[in-house]
T-cell receptor, first 113, second 115 residues
């Protein structure tokens, strides 16, 4: 079972920031927070990951609370092409079955013009 | 650069017929390989993963099986399909120990309809 809880859906206006929350209250000290997204009828795409510090790359920013029990993925200027299902996943960063990605139901983000 | 291929892209099969889906990866060696299934309206479910030739781990018991006859080839099979096997099948890879380990790279998928 997924170790994360996400809202099933969110809307965002084009050009505005999209803030997608994720709860992971049972996260272990060696587990990272990963975000993937899946555009309709395509395979998932990696976005970003982090352990406890905030992270930023060309796609998004990841804000992790100090107690690591929740995080927020931020798309700073959402476009229509960002419409997708966004998955928040916690996993360890080494091999074996514990390192496998376990996908929950994610948040369906709809970016509207 | 690395690429991942899956075929066929779409497949319609009758109940009770056999299944063989193929996935190949180019541009890397000894990758971890994964099979996922996404049923209509549901999340991705990990079915099998492999860390090397002939090494298969099953995550969910079912009438499907997987094989890895070559380093960069991963095959998903069934002897007799069920209606519940319909879905979107995705193959993925990553590189344990390499810089790509933090990501899994997914193929284009096979949409299977069992009638």
């Amino acid at each position: 079972d997924a170790k994360t809880t996400q809202p099933p859906s969110m809307d965002c206006a084009e050009g505005r920031a999209a803030n997608l929350p994720c709860n992971h209250s049972t996260i272990s000290g060696n587990e990272y927070v990963y975000w993937y997204r899946q555009i309709h009828s395509q395979g998932p795409q990696y976005i970003i990951h982090g352990l406890k510090n905030n992270e930023t790359n060309e796609m998004a920013s990841l804000i992790i609370t100090e107690d690591r029990k929740s995080s927020t993925l931020i798309l700073p200027h959402a476009t229509l092409r960002d419409t997708a299902v966004y998955y928040c996943i916690v996993r360890v960063n080494y091999g074996g079955s514990q390192g496998n990605l376990i996908f929950g139901k994610g948040t369906k983000l709809s970016v509207k013009p | 650069s690395q690429t991942i291929h899956q075929w066929p892209a779409t497949l319609v099969q009758p109940v009770g017929s056999p299944l063989s889906l193929e996935c190949t990866v180019e541009g890397t060696s000894n990758p971890n390989l994964y099979w996922y299934r996404q049923a209509a309206g549901r999340g991705l479910q990990l079915l099998f993963y492999s860390v090397g030739i002939g090494q298969i781990s099953s995550e969910v018991p079912q009438n499907l099986s997987a094989s890895r006859p070559q380093d960069r080839q991963f095959i998903l099979s069934s002897k007799k399909l069920l209606l519940s096997d319909s879905g979107f099948y995705l193959c993925a890879w990553n590189d344990l120990g390499g810089r790509t380990y933090n990501e899994q790279f997914f193929g284009p998928g096979t949409r299977l309809t069992v009638l």
